[in-house]
C-alpha cells in the first residue's frame, strides 16, 4: 500500500470519528426521547445529497442491470440496519466505547472476501486480526454500580448485527462497483436510502411523531447538527467507497481500525474543552479503553504491507 492511498483509506474513518460524537451529543442532548428513530430518518432523508452529485459525475446511472441495482438497493438496506444497531448501542454506551466493537468488521470482511471476491490474506494479516480481536474482547466487560464484572450484552449483540452489515455492504458494494463504477453505485444506493428513509417516516409512527417535534425545539441548532453530521458521513462514505475499489476488502476494513483511535483522542479534546456538551467522562474507564485502542492500533500497524 502506498502512502497516497493510507492516507486516503484514512479519511472516512476520521470524518465517521467525528459523526459519532456529534450522534452521541444529538442523543444525549436533544433527541432523550425516540432519539434512535429520528437520527434514522434525518441520515436516510439526508443521503439524498449525494444523489445528484453521483448523477453529475456519470449521467448513465440507468445504464446499470436490474441485478446490480437490486443489489445496490439492498446495500441501502444493509446501511440502515446498520444504522440502527449502531444507535442502539450507543444508547446503551459512550462512543470510543461501541466504535471498538467495530474492529470486528476486518475479521467478517475476511470471510466475506474470502467467498465472494476470491481475496486472500497473509498470516501476518491473520495475526494482526488477532491483535484486534483481543483489543475488542477487552471491552466486552464492564463493571457494574457495586463493582461486580458484567457483559456488555446489548452493546456486543447489537454491534456485532452493525459490524457484520458493514462488511456485508462493503463486500456487496465492491463487487458491483468493480462491473460497474462508484458514482453509479454510489447513485443507486443512496437512492435507495432515500426511499428507505420516506418509508420509515410514513410507515412508523414513533419514528415520525419524534422527528417532527425535533424541529419544534431548537430546530435551528438541530438541522444544523445533523447537516454537517451527514455531510460529514456521506464524505466519508465517499472515500470509502472509493478506497473498496482500490485495496483488498480485508485490508481496506482493517484501515477502519483507526476509527477507536480518532474517537478515543477527539473524546479527550471534547472533554477538555466542551464541558456540559459532552457525556463521555475522562475517567470512565479509560485505562480500559486505551488497552483496547493499544492492541488494535498494533494490528493495524503489524499489517506491514503498506
Not at 450507543?90 to 474492529?103: G, L
Not at 474470502?114 to 497473509?122: D, Q
Amino acid at each position: 500500500m502506498t502512502a497516497l492511498l493510507f492516507l486516503g483509506a484514512l479519511i472516512a474513518p476520521l470524518m465517521y470519528a467525528f459523526t459519532n460524537h456529534i450522534d452521541k451529543i444529538l442523543l444525549e442532548k436533544y433527541f432523550k426521547e425516540g432519539g434512535v428513530g429520528t437520527l434514522m430518518i434525518f441520515s436516510a432523508l439526508l443521503s439524498v445529497l449525494i444523489v445528484p452529485v453521483a448523477l453529475y459525475m456519470e449521467p448513465a446511472v440507468l445504464e446499470v442491470g436490474i441485478l446490480n441495482t437490486a443489489v445496490l438497493a439492498f446495500v441501502g438496506l444493509l446501511n440502515v440496519v446498520l444504522l440502527w444497531c449502531y444507535l442502539q448501542a450507543m444508547e446503551a454506551a459512550e462512543p470510543t466505547t461501541v466504535i471498538i466493537f467495530y474492529q470486528l468488521v476486518p475479521v467478517l470482511g475476511l470471510g466475506l472476501g474470502y467467498l465472494v471476491l476470491g481475496e486472500t490474506i497473509s498470516w501476518m494479516q491473520g495475526l494482526a486480526m488477532a491483535l484486534i480481536i483481543c483489543g475488542a474482547t477487552v471491552m466486552v466487560f464492564a463493571t457494574d454500580a457495586d463493582g461486580k464484572l458484567v457483559l456488555r450484552l446489548k452493546s456486543i449483540s447489537f454491534m456485532f448485527v452493525a459490524s457484520f452489515c458493514w462488511a456485508a455492504q462493503e463486500t456487496l458494494f465492491k463487487k458491483v462497483a468493480l462491473e460497474e463504477n462508484v458514482w453509479r453505485s454510489l447513485f443507486w444506493e443512496s437512492l435507495s436510502m432515500t426511499v428507505l428513509g420516506f418509508v420509515m417516516f410514513f410507515a412508523i409512527p414513533k419514528y415520525r411523531k419524534s422527528f417532527l417535534n425535533a424541529f419544534e425545539t431548537n430546530s435551528r441548532r438541530i438541522i444544523g447538527l445533523n447537516v454537517l453530521n451527514e455531510t460529514l458521513y456521506i464524505f466519508g462514505n465517499a472515500m470509502a467507497a472509493f478506497m473498496v475499489v482500490l485495496i483488498p476488502i480485508a485490508l481496506n476494513l482493517l484501515m477502519n481500525s483507526f476509527q477507536p483511535i480518532f474517537v478515543f483522542i477527539i473524546g479527550i479534546i471534547l472533554s477538555k474543552y466542551i464541558q456540559g456538551v459532552y457525556t463521555e467522562k475522562p475517567s470512565d474507564r479509560w485505562q480500559q479503553k486505551i488497552i483496547a485502542v493499544i492492541l488494535t492500533s498494533a494490528g493495524v500497524y503489524i499489517i506491514g504491507d503498506w
